[in-house]
């Protein structure tokens, strides 16, 4: 059973920073994919970045700004997001995917998502 939980969320200043974490457990799979997804209220939920043995991947609105990155020892998936602007706002959600021979397969683990706010 694959669990999710996101933290680190918080109301921040545009130009600040912020460090989400996505705890994951029952990710048994070294090669899986995990990534980060973000909506906002009215908007469709958006892919950030995402991470697997085969590379990462960003979007291009947070390309240079955000990073992504993994603690395999913690199971930990960290988003650091920099340069924050008042469009990042947006609930964010950690994601767990197959690894399907260097292509992630759909995102069918969630987590709860943690909260963004800059203005």
């Known amino acids: 059973h694959v669990q999710l939980v996101e933290s680190g969320g918080g109301s921040v200043r545009p130009g600040e920073s912020l460090r989400l974490s996505c705890t994951a457990s029952?990710?048994?799979?070294?090669?899986?994919?995990m990534a980060w997804f973000r909506q906002a209220p009215g908007k469709e939920r958006q892919g950030v970045a995402s991470i697997s043995i085969n590379g990462r991947n960003y979007a291009d609105s947070v390309e240079g700004r955000f990073t992504i990155s993994k603690d395999k020892a913690k199971n930990i998936v960290y988003l650091q997001m920099n340069t924050l602007k008042s469009e990042d706002s947006a609930l964010y959600y950690c994601?767990?995917?197959?690894?399907?021979?260097?292509?992630?397969?759909?995102?069918?683990?969630w987590g709860q998502g943690t909260q963004v706010t800059v203005s």
């Open positions: 029952g990710v048994t799979d070294d090669q899986a994919c």
């Open positions: 994601a767990a995917a197959r690894n399907l021979g260097g292509v992630c397969g759909e995102f069918r683990d």
